[in-house]
């Protein structure tokens, strides 16, 4: 596609419930990456791929958090047992490759609220 | 320690002037790239421009300008002749390592406005 693609756009859940988000990177990125986003503040990194293969976890906040991108392509950020602190805006972004140098381009996010 | 540092929070800017947006940075790496992003009030995250560390000229796309000082460790963004939809948070990010495939790390951001 001609950029990257995320959805749903906004995400209403109630505490306890599990959600997906999803995320389909630009054609050809090798390199996948979630990030988190507080209002007024920087995006945190959760974690990246490289093809399928998930290179770093380490952002990820606890075990209630996966991510999967089984075939290299779309991805897949899951949140288990939602609660309300996981409110946030939760971005995706691709890069052609995994160099200093390769650009990091950002979906538009999607908002999630846990009420 | 922090590893991208943006100090000032917001700023105001008149019209048609020109601004800096302070960024500093904490590395140990040699190899490393330095990123700004804005971000307008509709939340997209808005590639602006890119400096490598090995790169000796000050990286510029149109308006943007990066005022790179390596000894220093800050990578500040010149906008020239400011217009309104320049008003947005501006963040700076850095990228570590060769080809590690390493995250974007980000600052906390600055708000600017533009004023007309």
């Known amino acids: 596609g001609a950029g990257v693609s995320q959805s749903p756009r906004y995400k209403v859940t109630k505490r306890g419930q599990d959600v997906a988000l999803r995320c389909d990177p630009i054609?050809?990125?090798?390199?996948l990456y979630w990030y988190r986003q507080a209002l007024g503040q920087g995006p945190e990194f959760l974690t990246y791929f490289n093809y399928e293969a998930q290179q770093d976890k380490s952002g990820l906040p606890n075990d209630r958090f996966s991510a999967e991108r089984p075939e290299g392509s779309i991805s897949t950020l899951t949140i288990q047992r939602t609660e309300q602190r996981d409110s946030a805006m939760y971005r995706c972004?691709?890069?052609?490759?995994?160099?200093?140098?390769?650009?990091?381009?950002f979906g538009e996010g999607s908002w999630l609220t846990v009420v | 320690a922090q590893k991208i540092t943006q100090t000032q929070p917001g700023m105001f800017v008149q019209e048609k002037e020109a601004v800096t947006l302070d960024c500093t940075y904490d590395?140990?790496?040699?190899?490393?790239?330095l990123f700004w992003y804005k971000q307008p009030s509709s939340g997209e995250m808005i590639f602006l421009i890119y400096?490598?560390?090995?790169?000796?000229q000050n990286a510029t796309e149109g308006r943007y300008s990066l005022n790179f000082q390596k000894a220093r460790k800050s990578a500040n963004l010149v906008i020239s002749a400011s217009q309104l939809g320049d008003s947005a948070m501006y963040f700076c990010a850095m990228r570590e390592g060769g080809n590690a495939g390493n995250m974007l790390t980000f600052g906390g951001g600055t708000r600017l406005m533009v004023k007309p």
């Open positions: 590395t140990s790496d040699q190899s490393y790239g």
């Open positions: 054609s050809g990125h090798v390199s």
């Open positions: 972004a691709s890069s052609l490759g995994a160099g200093r140098g390769n650009t990091i381009y």
């Open positions: 400096q490598g560390s090995y790169d000796e």
